[in-house]
């Protein structure tokens, strides 16, 4: 069963507006962390954000955000005011934790942004 | 953030021969790291946990004796493909776990096997 869900093969926003990255994850695990990373064609994975399951507070980081619905079990990255820079490949992921964890993460499917002058 | 290299960044070989690639944790000791391999347009497919002397864990459906990974300091994991084939063209992505379970990861290398 996929564990993490990113719904949208690519998405387009226009230079300055924000901009919303949808992902969806299934564990059974109460502790878990969840994390996006920017890939731009270079193939560089560039970490944005990260938002604990036991975090109370959504997480922040600059023009990212992480809308983290925990019932709903969705972590939506958004990122505002875009820039042509942030044209990139975005991807979703999670680690779960409990004793035995690894620290492995499980990769969405990725999603491709392209920022319109 | 840790700095974590790869190399060779790129790699054209021919189809049978074998290809070492080399990831080290620069300013960190990474006692786990992972590798991952990307085909074009998608996503990152785990294929094995490097330990630090202790042998690798691959996941389900990697081949170990086509993917071996050596995992002999703190510092440095390699991973050979061996007898490779065009269907291994590839990039190739590791990373290592810091002090506090964080991920950093490598620049990549692109493998082109013709």
């Known amino acids: 069963a996929q564990k993490i869900t990113q719904t949208q093969p690519g998405m387009f926003v226009q230079e300055k507006e924000a901009v919303t990255l949808d992902c969806t994850y299934d564990?059974?695990?109460?502790?878990?962390?969840l994390f996006w990373y920017k890939q731009p064609s270079s193939g560089e994975m560039i970490f944005l954000i990260y938002q604990g399951s036991y975090d109370q507070q959504n997480a922040t980081e600059g023009r990212y955000s992480l809308n983290f619905q925990k019932a709903r079990k969705s972590a939506n990255l958004v990122i505002s005011a875009s820039q042509l820079g942030d044209s990139a490949m975005y991807f979703c992921?999670?680690?779960?934790?409990?004793?035995?964890?690894?620290?492995?993460?499980?990769f969405g499917q990725g999603t491709t942004l392209q920022v319109k002058p | 953030g840790a700095v974590v290299s790869q190399h060779p960044s790129r790699v054209i070989c021919k189809s049978g021969t074998s290809v070492k690639i080399e990831c080290r944790s620069l300013?960190?000791?990474?006692?786990?790291m992972f590798w991952y391999r990307q085909f074009p347009k998608q996503s990152l497919m785990l294929m094995a946990t490097?330990?630090?002397?202790?042998?690798?864990?691959?996941e389900q459906g990697v081949e170990k004796d086509k993917f071996l990974i050596n995992h002999a300091s703190l510092t440095l994991s390699t991973l050979t493909v061996t007898s490779a084939h065009p269907e291994d063209s590839s990039f190739y992505i590791c990373?290592?776990?810091?002090?506090?379970?964080?991920?950093?990861f490598g620049p990549g290398t692109r493998l082109t096997v013709l």
């Open positions: 300013d960190f000791q990474a006692t786990t």
């Open positions: 564990t059974s695990d109460p502790s878990y962390g």
């Open positions: 490097s330990n630090e002397g202790s042998k690798a864990t691959y």
């Open positions: 992921a999670m680690r779960e934790g409990g004793s035995g964890n690894t620290g492995k993460l499980i």
């Open positions: 990373s290592g776990t810091g002090a506090y379970n964080e991920q950093f």
